[in-house]
């Protein structure tokens, strides 16, 4: 067994408590602590006879953050699972396990939890188990069905699980227009009073208490099943968050085979923002990959011709499909060492790469994702890619894939693809998310790695399947094509909501800046706001073992920063958040064996840092900084750069422009025999 893997699991039935576990005997409660005791999970039991059900609450550090939050979950002929249901047995199990992470933000993750397993029958005589776990830094609950006696199936009519917020938090926001999203959309900072009643609100859900408490609901292990949002119901109807499924296309919520296990809900809770960041829980509340051999799945840095405009120089050039074309951009990426270009479409995704004789993105009859394009000689360039050492991924609608996943991951073997982007999902019915496992079960078969785009948050499941590399799932740099949208306090408000859930595509590498007061969208080679620093900053700060270097090469040939783009790693060995306040700023230290890497994203006006470097430890090291310039405010492309001395006993300092940012490399200085 790997030495950073050692399991030790206990359980218990009902009446013979664990001594150390923290539950209450007491027969109307049972009180179900973390393993370091900061989290309680206070559970309710129903009087026996009672129309009532499990109810829960809970405790940081002896604060109350949650009161009598709600489960349910209700089928077809059954009912309410939970209301009147009885208790027939309890279990309990701690555990604590290293848990190896494969392209993440740490190479392992602590799965140590403490678990309490409820064993109810329902009114009816169904059975449902109700699961609670405590985590050092969430509380996670779930329901799983058997299958007995008759029952082959389940349909769900309705989950009622609801979270009720204790005091007054704020409330980090995103609305949706509907159960139809692509869940692209700014944040709204609002007073829980003030949150929007009847409207669907995205997950992560981000919540600060005025004595620095942070949590934030989501949920965890996404798989046949219905994606969930949360709402403040109506007025009257109660001040809960109640959760939302979004129902498939017959009305219900989810209708599957037995048996059955539900997502995790989970309340992450941390007294500083960077606790959420820095948790690995929701990895931990998947299943373990099936995959084997690993080998092939390679991450790395991929050009991404569509966000610039599919131009070389910034100017029209010949087609992106063409031979020619691709051949500057495989030199590019050799000389550069960027490992893989991506291949999307002609003409800004009016044409797509394979055949279809419908212009646009929407697949039409004829569409056939197995055959290229007449004028796309991708066997040419396909072996000039080799010759290069460049690997290829390209782009495809997810309807062009329908009814034809395995055929078509079949012939993009055959021609050459190793990675993907599916795109267009814009649906997390359960219909949409075995859907998108469907694509990942064939991409593992056929040796592709996968981007979801147009896409739900991701929810843990890069354990379950490797080659699934990160979601979109956000408002990102591609809406400053057509927008000002994307700003920098977006920037860093993504990292306390979106990114909390797991990795992120960004549309990163944008190396024209622009003032805020100067902005003007454009489609080809588009500006972006925040100074030069602060774009490679996300580079660090944010998650993304495949991240794009967007831009059109020679945007980059000869710039300042450049150089950062190409020897900053993708994944990480062990990642600390610094500094923080969520939509003002953020600073990541993330280390890559004995090298450290630090990023900082900054929005509004300049400010001064006073950064703590007590994570060296004893060892000196050497920093090399890009930093903004004095005249940053001005010309936000302009950086300067320090090669210092930097040690665990002396902080940091570092000035940041207006909507500024840092990166540093902090390499151990060798000692002299």
Sequence with gaps: MDSRVRAKCFWAVAGMLLPNLG????????????????????????????REKLRWSARFKGKPILKDCGLGLETAGEGDLVVGARVISERERRADERIPVLFGKSASANDRFRELRFRLRSRRGQQVDVVFRCYNDAIALRYELPATGKSTRVTIKDESTSFRLEREPTVFAQYLENY???????????????????VLLDLPLTFLWNDGTYAAITEASLRQYAGMALMRPAEGAGDELVCRLTPRADGNKVARALPMKTPWRVVL???????????????????????????????GRITFHWWNGDVYDGAPGPPMLSFEMNKKYIDFCAREGIPIHSITSTEGVTSPWYQ?????????ADTDVTQPRADFDLPAIRRYAQSKNVR????????????????????????????????????DDQESVEFAEEILDAAARHRILIHLHGVWKPTGLQRTYPNLMNHEGALNLEYLKWSKSCTPEHDVMMAFTRLIAG????????????????????????????????????????????????DYPTAYIGQPGFDFIKLVPTWWDETKVLAAS??????????????????????????????????????????????????????????????????????????LAQDGGFVAQLMPLKSER
């Design 23 to 50: 539950v209450s005997a007491a027969a109307e409660r049972r009180v179900l602590a973390s393993p370091n005791g900061a989290i309680e999970a206070v559970i309710r039991m129903p009087e026996a006879g009672s």
């Design 180 to 198: 139809k999203t692509s869940h692209e959309h700014n944040v709204a900072r609002v007073p829980y009073s003030e949150l929007r009643r009847g």
């Design 269 to 299: 809770v941390g007294d500083r923002p960077g606790a959420l960041l820095e948790s690995g829980t929701l990895y931990c509340l998947n299943e373990p990959s099936a995959i084997k051999d690993i080998s092939w799945i390679k991450p």
């Design 356 to 364: 279809q004789s419908k212009q646009g993105v929407e697949p039409a």
């Design 392 to 427: 290829l991924w390209t782009w495809v609608h997810q309807a062009a894939l329908r009814g034809r996943v395995e055929e078509a991951f079949a012939a993009f073997e055959k021609m050459g693809w190793s990675g993907m982007m599916v795109d267009f999902f814009d649906h």
């Design 503 to 550: 990795p992120m595509d960004y549309h990163l590498g944008g190396f024209r800046a622009g003032r805020r007061e100067e902005f003007k969208p454009r489609h080809v080679a588009p500006n972006v706001l925040g100074t030069r620093c602060h774009q490679l900053a996300m580079y660090v700060c944010f998650d993304n073992p495949a991240p794009m270097v967007a």
């Design 582 to 655: 969520i939509g003002e700023f953020v600073v990541i230290a993330r280390r890559k064996e004995d090298t450290w890497y630090l990023g900082g994203l900054s929005s509004g006006p300049a400010r001064d840092l006073e950064l703590p470097l007590a994570f060296l430890g004893k060892k000196p090291y050497r920093a090399k900084i890009w930093k903004d310039a004095p005249n940053s405010d001005a010309d936000p492309n302009q950086l300067t750069m320090d090669d210092v001395n930097a040690s665990s006993d002396q902080p940091l300092k570092l000035r």
